[in-house]
């Protein structure tokens, strides 16, 4: 599986006002420096997205980026050559040590195709996801929410893994057992021939009818594009994953679940989650 598509393009108005023209996805953590393991670095959360992703074998990437702040993101990723070599005149030591951060970076865009692809007005999960339909082409693709925050990114070859040996799986789901259910999508399971089948799945419902949380992170084979246009508007008037995903399920499609187990994830997109993350953050970052 090489294809990722990386959604980043929300108002984040529970950050405000910080996110007024910095997205979410650009907020900073803290993140093991492989120059000096005693002094963490700092990589906003979409760097560190690529990078797990980009260890984890994907090459072709999809952004899907927010009208009024994608320049902030675009110009993240791009090279800055006469930064650089601002830095490599100064022959201090710790600017030697980012220089080498900021190459080992730019190396590995050049080894991807990369898509930007703006969001003009936020629509919902799925309305951004559809946006990536030309990218993806015929691909099994991962879809990430790029407000998410794994402290511990090896569960992916896990996910994948558990997808790629599953016979006619049109979807994975990424699962979480939780006792607080408010805000999240929940799946209903059921256990057949050895694997974990979704029979129903809904957008934050007011009653839940599981303890099974739906996690931002998902599999897909390129059916889902047409499940997502005869898919109405539902939550918040939205087009929404998980709506796509119960069209999925009334065709008669396959759909999968996979535990996550590690308990070390956040949703950065309210202030005590973010501050939460980027505590944990630092304590994996500076652990040796």
């Given amino acids: ?33 492989p120059s000096d393991v005693n002094t963490p670095i700092l990589r906003p959360l979409i760097e560190i997205i690529f990078n797990d992703l980009y260890d984890a ?19 993240h990723f ?6 650089i070599n601002l830095l490599k005149k100064r022959n201090v030591s710790v600017d030697k040590r980012f220089i080498k951060s900021l190459e080992t970076f730019d190396k590995k865009f050049d080894k991807c195709e990369i898509s930007w692809i703006t969001q003009s007005t ?6 951004a996801l559809l946006s990536a339909k030309k990218f993806v082409g015929n691909e099994t693709f991962l879809l990430y929410a790029g407000d998410a925050f794994f402290l511990k990114s090896n569960f992916l070859s896990d996910f994948i893994d558990n997808h790629q040996k599953s016979k006619n799986a049109i979807c994975s789901v990424l699962l ?12 209903q399971v059921k256990k057949k021939n050895n694997e974990n089948i979704i029979f129903n799945i809904e957008e934050k419902p007011k009653k839940p009818k599981s303890n099974f949380a739906v996690l931002p992170v998902y599999i897909f084979e390129p059916l889902v594009f047409d499940a997502l246009k005869k898919t109405i508007h539902g939550y918040n008037n939205e087009l929404q994953v998980t709506d796509a ?11 999968i679940s996979f535990n996550y187990k590690q308990k070390s994830w956040f949703d950065i997109g309210t202030p005590v989650n973010y501050h939460k993350a980027l505590n944990q953050s630092f304590k994996i970052s500076t652990r040796d």
């Fill in 176 to 187: 979480e057992h939780k006792k607080y259910l408010k805000g999240f999508g929940i799946a």
């Fill in 57 to 75: 074998g994907f090459r072709r990437f999809c952004f899907i980026v927010g009208a009024k702040t994608k320049r902030v993101i675009i110009d």
């Fill in 245 to 255: 995903i119960q069209t999925l399920i009334g065709w008669d499609k396959k759909v």
């Fill in 122 to 127: 936020p629509m919902g999960f799925g309305h």
């Fill in 78 to 83: 791009n090279k800055n050559a006469t930064f």
């Fill in 1 to 33: 599986m090489k294809t990722a598509v990386i959604t980043t393009g929300g108002l984040g108005t529970r950050l405000f006002t910080i996110t007024k023209v910095l997205p979410k996805t650009m907020l900073p953590l803290f993140d093991k420096n």
